[in-house]
C-alpha cells in the first residue's frame, strides 16, 4: 500500500515480481507513476543509470528530464496507449498508461536503453561548457543496455502485453476522493479555460459549498488559488520545454486574453515576473 497526495495505491505482490523479473531479463529500469507522475515501485529497486545521474546532475538537465516525464505521461493518457520515444538525453523510454473503468490508475514506464553508439551532440557541448568529464559520460553511456530496432520493437511488444496482463487481473487499485480526482483531472485536460467553482461543482453534481470545503479540507486553499496555481505551473512547463513561446503567447495558451493580467498574476504568486523566471531558464 503506497500513498500519493492522499490517494491510497494498493498492489498485489505479482506487481513487485512481474518488474524485477523485467529488469533482470533485459537491465532495463521498469517503474509505475501514479498519475500525478510520483514514482511508486521499481523493478528490482535499479536507480537511474550512471548516463542518466550525471546528465541530471552534473549537466543540470534534471528538470529536462522532469518535464519530459510529464509530457509523454501526458501524451500517453490522451491516447490511452503507450508512447515510445528517445529523450532529450539520447535514450529511448516507453510509457504506458494503466486504465481501469475509465480511470486513469497510473503510468508503468520503462527505460533506458539505447539504440546508437553515438551521444547527442548537444550533449557533449553542455558536458564541455561545464567542465565535465567526457570520459566518464562516454562509459557510462555504453554501459546502457544496447538493442537493435527488431529487438527494441518485441521489447516493447512483451512490455504492452505485460500491462494488459496486470490490467486483467486488476493488480492496481487506488482508494480516494474520487470528486476531488474527477475534478483535478478536468482542470487539467481543460487548463486554457477559465473553469469556475460552480463549473466543476456542476459537474460532479454538488453544491459549491461542498465543492470548497473539499478544497480547502484536502489541500488548504481554495478552488481558485489552486486553479490559478495549476495554471501557473503549466506556464513555468511552457517557459522551461518551450523557451521561445513569448509570454503574451503563454498568456493565451492558459486562457488569459489579457497578457498584463496574467503578468499580474504570476509575479503576486511567484514573487517574481515571468520575465524573470524565463531568464532564468534560460541562464
Known amino acids: 500500500m503506497l500513498k500519493s497526495k492522499g490517494i491510497v495505491f494498493l498492489f498485489k505482490k505479482e506487481i513487485q515480481e512481474i518488474f524485477d ?5 533485459f537491465t532495463i529500469r521498469i517503474n509505475y ?29 534534471k528538470d529536462s528530464c522532469v518535464q519530459s516525464d510529464k509530457i509523454h505521461c501526458k501524451e500517453a493518457s490522451e491516447k490511452k496507449e ?29 527505460g533506458q536503453f539505447r539504440n546508437s553508439d553515438m551521444i547527442p551532440p548537444h550533449i557533449i557541448t553542455a ?6 568529464n567526457l570520459n566518464k559520460l562516454t562509459k557510462a553511456f555504453v554501459k546502457v543496455p544496447l538493442y537493435t530496432e527488431k529487438q527494441a520493437e518485441n521489447i516493447l511488444n512483451l512490455f504492452k502485453i505485460l500491462v494488459k496482463f496486470i490490467v486483467s487481473q486488476q493488480m492496481i487499485a487506488r482508494k480516494g476522493n474520487m470528486i476531488l480526482n474527477t475534478i483535478i483531472h478536468y482542470i487539467e485536460e481543460n487548463i486554457n479555460r477559465q473553469i469556475s ?7 460532479v453534481d454538488k453544491s459549491n459549498s461542498y465543492i470548497s470545503h473539499l478544497f480547502k479540507k484536502n489541500f488548504d486553499k481554495s478552488f481558485s488559488q489552486l486553479f490559478i496555481e495549476m495554471k501557473l505551473n503549466k ?19 492558459l486562457g488569459y486574453n489579457n497578457p498584463l493580467y496574467f503578468s499580474r498574476i504570476y509575479k503576486k504568486y511567484r514573487n517574481m515576473s515571468p520575465k524573470e523566471y524565463k531568464k532564468r531558464c534560460v541562464d
Open 127 to 132: 558536458c564541455s561548457k561545464k567542465n565535465g
Open 235 to 253: 506556464a513555468d512547463d511552457f517557459f522551461r520545454i518551450m523557451p521561445d513561446l513569448t509570454i503574451s503567447e503563454v498568456a493565451y495558451k
Open 33 to 61: 507513476f501514479s498519475p500525478d507522475i510520483r514514482e511508486l515501485k521499481v523493478g528490482l529497486h535499479k536507480p537511474v543509470c550512471s548516463y542518466c545521474a550525471i546528465v541530471q546532475n552534473n549537466l543540470d538537465m
Open 21 to 25: 523479473s523485467f529488469t533482470s531479463c
Open 82 to 110: 503507450l508512447v515510445s520515444y528517445t529523450c532529450h538525453a539520447g535514450l529511448h523510454e516507453a510509457i504506458h498508461p494503466v486504465f481501469f473503468e475509465g480511470a486513469l490508475l497510473g503510468f508503468v514506464v520503462i
Open 197 to 203: 467553482l460552480s463549473d466543476v461543482a456542476l459537474l
